[in-house]
């Protein structure tokens, strides 16, 4: 038995479920961060605009693979996102 597949047995709703409740921390955080941290609180959208990749998928409309591929690079743009603001920001404060 492949590592998850017990997963394969919680109905999609479930998933569509959790994707919503995550989309509420990441727009808590975006409002926490968006006045001391504004780079950070507008790369978060990134994190957010991942969620209905996985709708898509839960709706039938793309597979898995894009669904976790187009997440990947949606994280991946996030965290160069971050971390490219937070050098100008401590570089600015020099």
Request: proline residues 4%.
């Amino acid at each position: 038995m492949p590592l998850g597949e017990f997963l394969e047995d919680f109905p999609g709703v479930l998933f569509v479920a959790i994707h919503v409740v995550m989309v509420g921390i990441g727009l808590w955080a975006i409002f926490r961060l968006r006045e001391e941290h504004p780079v950070a609180a507008r790369a978060l959208w990134l994190y957010v605009a991942v969620h209905p990749v996985f709708w898509a998928f839960w709706a039938g409309l793309i597979t898995l693979k894009a669904a976790a591929v187009t997440e990947q690079t949606l994280i991946m743009a996030m965290v160069v996102w971050i971390a490219l603001g937070a050098r100008r920001a401590a570089s600015r404060a020099a």
